[in-house]
């Protein structure tokens, strides 16, 4: 089974390349990020014409998450964190696929910190921490995939001293990190491949993607009973460099039902 999660930063406006990857990709389960529109206005007949069933939780320019599940449709179980009745952003959705639980996730970008954007970047996370251990008590195979807007440790990022009072890598933000991976989750990505530079965003700005100048933003997180199951991962770097494309790259993992042997994980 392989599963993706991909900020497309705007799913109207960048639909061919949604759809180009999908066709050229085949991922069994897709968590969208970033689709910058309301539940209205989502391209919904094009993408159930590319074989792909979909639930969405949609936002007005900005925000907005959904799952695609190939030749299927996801089974709805969850829109939105618990713990905040006022937050009103798009920013979780969950569903059942063929046995696994998917959370798609958003999360505050957080800058400019420190101030009330930070702080409420850190409460989600928080949010986050205590629902994922909720999760874990029910001993059920979870996948918690998208973009966490973090990146965890220096090897993820092409120069750390240049992002010292970013939101994305503050130790407040670290640490919030590692409160569900100190739960028993595990970074797939990382866990695979505990010395390699992995990046799968690249700013728009300075030729960062043809510098390869990226960060590690989007991540995995695996219940044990599906990081028995994990066997491969990758980027799909290449898709950075199509015209008119996102400023993410597609990320997956691969799981295995016999749980056979490791495999690295793949940039394409």
């Not at 960048?14 to 910058?36: G, M, N, T, Y």
């Not at 919904?44 to 069933?53: A, Q, T």
């Not at 979780?92 to 696994?100: D, L």
């Not at 966490?148 to 993820?156: A, C, G, K, N, R």
Request: charged letters at 25%; a negative charge.
């Amino acid at each position: 089974m392989k599963i993706a999660t991909y900020n497309v930063n705007g799913v109207n406006g960048r639909l061919d390349v949604l759809l180009r990857w999908l066709d050229e990709a085949s991922p069994d389960i897709v968590c969208l990020q970033e689709l910058k529109s309301p539940d209205a206005g989502l391209p919904l007949k094009e993408i159930e014409k590319s074989g792909y069933g979909a639930i969405w939780h949609g936002q007005k320019s900005s925000n907005g998450v959904a799952i695609l599940a190939r030749d299927r449709q996801p089974i709805f179980t969850r829109r939105g964190l618990p713990g905040d009745p006022d937050d009103m952003h798009s920013r979780y959705i969950e569903a059942a696929v063929e046995g696994i639980v998917i959370g798609c996730l958003y999360l505050p970008n957080g800058n400019p910190s420190p101030g009330p954007k930070f702080d409420y970047k850190l409460k989600w996370f928080d949010r986050l921490a205590r629902y994922a251990a909720g999760l874990l008590d029910l001993d059920v195979p979870v996948v918690l995939a998208g973009d966490y807007d973090l990146v965890p440790t220096e090897l993820d990022v092409y120069k750390p001293e240049r992002w010292v009072d970013d939101a994305l890598l503050r130790s407040e933000v670290v640490d919030a990190y590692r409160q569900p991976v100190d739960q028993g989750w595990t970074d797939a990505l990382r866990d695979l491949n505990p010395d390699a530079r992995i990046y799968m965003f690249w700013d728009y700005m300075r030729n960062a993607y043809g510098r390869d100048a990226g960060l590690r933003l989007d991540h995995f997180l695996l219940s044990p009973s599906v990081a028995k199951r994990l066997c491969s991962a990758g980027v799909d770097k290449h898709v950075r460099g199509w015209e008119h494309t996102s400023d993410h790259a597609p990320v997956w993992i691969e799981l295995s039902v016999d749980q056979k042997a490791i495999k690295p994980w793949r940039q394409r």
